[in-house]
């Protein structure tokens, strides 16, 4: 049994974060009753993101508030401080963190020591230093964005159906995908779908006035559904009049005009980029070991390579995978780091009680991807499915998935109000700007952009 009290802390509160600190308070249950063990996590935000189900977010399917788990409900037991570390100093057992009160104490940089650190950072956005892509695009990877993005979609129907000109209309109807992973994809057949509909209650836009182009650099989209699978899904998103455009590029979206590599240019206000991910710069500020990638060495135990009372999982962690033979890592997706954080958990459970550790094995089972209301890929335990089943197999493997009882009823129960009613098609971008007209009121300056439509 633990012999003193021993802080964990947890840097990252999304997927193996917030699973690692749910595992840890069941394991250690009595410990943390008696005051041997604390547990600290640092996140950026108070809640852990459902990214799965932010494609369903932008369209309107599931509200906001129930794609993300808030920590302090579910973590009951666990010290939650909102802010980031800076860096870590491991061989001293050292965290630099920025809190929201940081700024305002003006007493720089808080430190904490701890005992076992568990680095669960994820994973950005990863950009390439293509012009006006800083100034013009939108990520993918927040709820923030995936509700800017629905607001922004209707906002450019609005334009396009107030406008007199030409060259403003094209531009606002015109949409630029760029990534044909799960991302690129899911958010393009949800927001395409959503579009569609709504463009019925436009007197003057039809559906197909719009222009909706995916662009991938790759010969192929969605690769964890298999081959066959991503033909059948360019074939549906072509059917659906969506230009996809693989082994393509985007060189420039500079002046709001999205250049190709393969020479075309699309007048837009809107490109959204899903082109992958990489590390979390809080990596590169530690002096735990990372291979080539900037991701963490791991072992199958989920130790740090050579750095003791370090773990890591998910984006930020190289692991082995046993299952694939040597020189194999895990893939860096949800699928894993649910596992990972169980095992993470409990191997951390047995170090503080001098108990031998368990080693992370488990075989993809498949991977599902919906394009739209009733229509999706899967490809689970080697059978191929599509359309209207895959679909279903899509939200009821989520469903299941999905943190805590309460989340898993709501969702069901937004899911069954959206069969029996129409679609919400309202806008909100001014939750964006929401001191705007007040301002104006109080005799400032009227904003140059009230709804954030640019």
């Known amino acids: 049994m633990v012999k003193e009290r021993a802080r964990i802390l947890l840097v990252g509160g999304g997927y193996v974060g917030m699973y690692t600190a749910l595992r840890l308070q069941r394991k250690l249950k009595a410990e943390l009753r008696r005051g041997d063990v604390e547990i600290v996590v640092v996140s950026p935000d108070p809640y852990m993101t459902y990214q799965p189900f932010l494609p369903e977010a932008a369209a309107g399917s599931i509200s906001p508030r129930h794609v993300v788990v808030p920590l302090r409900r579910v973590l009951d037991q666990c010290r939650i401080v909102i802010g980031e570390a800076r860096s870590i100093d491991h061989a001293k057992r050292t965290a630099t963190l920025t809190t929201l009160a940081t700024e305002e104490e003006g007493a720089g940089e808080e430190r904490i020591t701890y005992d076992e650190l568990v680095l669960a950072p994820g994973s950005i956005s990863r950009t390439l230093p293509i012009p006006g892509l800083a100034e013009y695009a939108i990520g993918f990877k927040t709820v923030e ?50 579009a569609r509909y709504t463009a019925r209650y436009y007197h003057n836009i039809q559906p197909e006035d719009m222009k909706w182009i995916l662009v991938e650099a790759s010969n192929r989209i969605l690769p964890e559904v298999g081959e066959e699978m991503g033909r059948y899904t360019v074939s549906e998103l072509r059917r659906r009049n969506i230009d996809v455009r693989m082994e393509t590029r985007l060189d420039s979206c500079a002046d709001r005009v999205a250049v190709l590599s393969d020479g075309a240019r699309f007048p837009t206000r809107t490109v959204v980029w899903t082109a992958g991910v990489k590390p979390h710069p809080i990596l590169a500020a530690t002096d735990l070991p990372l291979n080539e990638r900037g991701r963490l060495l791991c072992t199958p135990q989920l130790t740090v390579d050579g750095a003791p009372h370090a773990w890591a999982a998910g984006d930020a962690a190289a692991v ?13 997706n949800a699928q894993h780091a649910v596992r990972q954080a169980k095992v993470l958990g409990d191997n951390l459970a047995h170090t503080l009680r001098g108990e031998p550790l368990d080693t992370y094995s488990h075989a993809y089972v498949g991977s599902v991807a919906s394009l739209g ?6 490809h689970v335990y080697g059978r191929k499915l599509k359309g209207y089943p895959a679909w279903f197999m899509h939200r009821v493997y989520h469903l299941s998935r999905v943190p805590t009882f309460n989340r898993k009823a709501r969702v069901l129960a937004e899911w069954t109000l959206a069969g029996l009613f129409k679609r919400e098609i309202v806008s909100l971008g001014s939750l964006e700007h929401p001191r705007a007209e007040f301002e104006l009121a109080a005799g400032g300056k009227p904003p140059t952009d009230p709804k954030g439509s640019s």
């Open 320 to 332: 082995p995978d046993v299952t694939a033979g040597p020189g194999k890592e895990t893939a860096p």
């Open 145 to 194: 964005e995936a509700i800017g993005l629905r607001n922004h979609v209707i906002e450019q129907m609005d334009i396009a159906s107030s406008t007199r000109d030409p060259a403003i209309r094209d531009a606002a109807l015109t949409f630029v995908f760029v990534g044909g992973g799960y991302a690129g994809v899911e958010a393009l057949g949800e927001l395409e779908d959503m």
């Open 373 to 378: 209301l009733h229509k999706g890929v899967a």
